[in-house]
């Protein structure tokens, strides 16, 4: 399996080593107590939203004449044409550092520590089975973030009413074979466990973590019109989100449209319908409809449909987790979360709402150049987005149980959830959602089903394999050029792609995904000291050495990046 499953005895025979791997790691770091002041809104410099990796020089080499004559360009990933309707188009930014004077200094000064020396304090034993611990379950089942938030509230509150209105978390990872996940008392929480591409370069899990992603519905779309839970009405009702995010139609099983009352197949009758067919073109007069107790919201104008939008009231819940190794020695998904992730959206905002954000964007780029952006929002209630969203965070502390991210921590997110081409309605896994065709249709959580023996998906507009393209044109197949591993898998000593390992990573993308155990091990390390440190506002990407030439630590007003040859991510 790519992940460890969770079972309870798992989780009691795991606490049992929690003080064992606590002695372990004393000795590295000096104990920070967490205070109130922590989570006030502030922060250390004026632009956390300009991440980390756009401060890399993609210039690889240069010639006698000083000019470059190779570059890797990982820009396009995320700086793209975009999708409608994200009309954003910021291809530009791959040829340019478009950032304001007080972005111009790179504030992430862990890409340029030299922690080699801390991490070979770290035994590979006392790594690994610090990384088993799980840190969301306690041994009794129980959400360990939860209590934490109860017993501490004072600690995290930041609007002055001592209790905690943030997020609370309420997903188990017990998820069936349809991809539901469940309470311990077998009732549904709502959440629904999808698989899907990875996005090319850091969510790689070869360049240091495993995530999974998670959906759920506003109530509304999970009940019949009686005002109940019904599954089979929130599963259409979600097979009718993918067919309007993807814009394609979506298999279901077999549903009765006249109980439903709405024609899901467009086929002109109600009888029995075996897929929703995606036709939406309100200005020619083709709409389509949720099912049960949302029709009826969707018809009042309290809930709306729109191709690439998610209705309002969806969430999204995303774990981040350590690098662990089975019993065959494969890498898989550690039962110790780095971060918990969770994304609501809050608001509808129109086609027309989402050009105007584009086009003040693109006006503030060209017009106000220096002008740093408003972080909306606090630590315990997430930052905001123009679209609609609230983003928020939870993160190690420095004994390794999870504690609300600060105000800055939570302000990164706004960089690569609001003003990218890459995005759909600001997210970007739920576009790269497995395909109907694999296993439990894509509605499935790592842990049921391993990556090994994925095809590798193919581009939009060139039909060229999506990552053989990336690796193509930034060989190490990470941000920061400094994943030589992936490098000497698939190209040799001169460069030259090995066509033998391109050929296995059509068929079986986990040869690209998956770090061999050696650096697996080393990346756990490298990410534990910054956990000691807790020093995440300068950084999070573990790193097995300090970066020079691959990062600028200033960038001059102008400066180009040496990429003369924009791509495009879809």
């Not at 679209?387 to 939570?410: H, K, N, S």
Request: aromatic share 12%.
């Amino acid at each position: 399996m790519f992940f460890s499953t969770r079972h309870l005895l798992e989780h009691k025979r795991s606490l049992l080593t929690l003080s064992l791997i606590s002695l372990c790691f004393s000795a590295h770091a000096e104990h920070l107590d967490l205070n109130k002041d922590m989570f006030v809104n502030r922060l250390s410099h004026p632009t956390p939203y300009i991440p980390a990796q756009c401060y890399v020089n993609p210039v690889v080499s240069k010639g006698e004449n000083g000019q470059s004559n190779e570059v890797a360009n990982a820009c396009y990933a995320c700086h793209t044409n975009s999708k409608g309707p994200n009309v954003l188009n910021d291809i530009d930014s791959q040829v340019e550092y478009n950032f304001p004077e007080a972005g111009m200094h790179n504030p992430w000064d862990n890409l340029f520590s030299d922690n080699r020396e801390k991490v070979k304090q770290i035994s590979d034993e006392d790594i690994m089975a610090y990384v088993k611990q799980d840190n969301y379950f306690d041994a009794d089942g129980n959400i360990i973030l939860n209590e934490r938030l109860r017993n501490q509230a004072s600690t995290f509150d930041s609007n002055g009413n001592d209790q905690w209105d943030g997020y609370k978390a309420d997903i188990y990872f017990n998820f069936d074979n349809k991809g539901f996940d469940h309470k311990p008392d077998g009732s549904f929480t709502g959440w629904r466990s999808y698989a899907y591409y990875p996005l090319v370069g850091g969510f790689m899990p070869t360049n240091g973590a495993t995530d999974d992603v998670s959906i759920r519905l506003a109530d509304p779309l999970r009940k019949n019109k009686q005002g109940e839970f019904d599954q089979e009405i929130y599963t259409i009702n979600l097979a009718i989100v993918e067919a309007l995010i993807l814009e394609k139609d979506i298999p279901i099983s077999p549903a009765d449209e006249t109980k439903l009352g709405v024609d899901l197949d467009k086929d002109g009758e109600l009888t029995t319908a075996s897929l929703i067919k995606y036709d939406w073109a309100p200005l020619q007069q083709r709409f389509m409809s949720y099912v049960g107790e949302a029709a009826d919201l969707l018809k009042q104008g309290k809930l709306h449909l729109a191709a690439k939008m998610f209705p309002e009231g969806t969430e999204f819940v995303h774990s981040v987790r350590y690098l662990d190794i089975d019993e065959n020695d494969q890498v898989t998904m550690a039962p110790r979360m780095k971060e918990l992730r969770y994304a609501k959206k809050r608001a509808w905002k129109t086609y027309y709402d989402f050009e105007v954000i584009s086009e003040d964007e693109i006006k503030e780029r060209h017009d106000f150049p220096d002008r740093t952006k408003q972080i909306r929002g606090s630590a315990e209630e997430g930052v905001r987005v123009l679209q609609g969203w609230t983003y928020q965070g939870f993160i190690e502390d420095q004994q390794g149980d999870l504690r609300p991210q600060t105000y800055e921590e939570q302000a990164s997110c706004t960089g690569c959830h609001s003003a990218t081409g890459i995005l759909m309605d600001t997210n970007i896994s739920f576009y790269r959602k497995m395909p109907t065709s694999s296993f439990q249709q894509g509605w499935y959580h790592w842990d049921q089903r391993s990556m090994h023996g994925t095809p590798e998906p193919k581009r939009e507009s060139d039909g060229e394999y999506e990552y053989s393209y990336y690796l193509k044109n930034n060989p190490t197949g990470d941000e920061f050029r400094s994943n030589q591993e992936v490098k000497q898998r698939f190209f040799d000593k001169k460069g030259k792609p090995r066509a033998e390992m391109f050929e296995r990573l059509h068929n079986d993308i986990s040869l690209l995904m998956l770090p061999s155990k050696e650096r697996a091990i080393a990346l756990n390390k490298a990410y534990k000291v910054i956990v000691e440190a807790q020093s995440y506002i300068k950084g999070k990407t573990p790193l097995l050495e300090p970066l020079t030439d691959e990062v600028f630590k200033d960038i001059k007003p102008g400066q180009e990046t040496g990429i003369t040859n924009p791509l495009s991510a879809f």
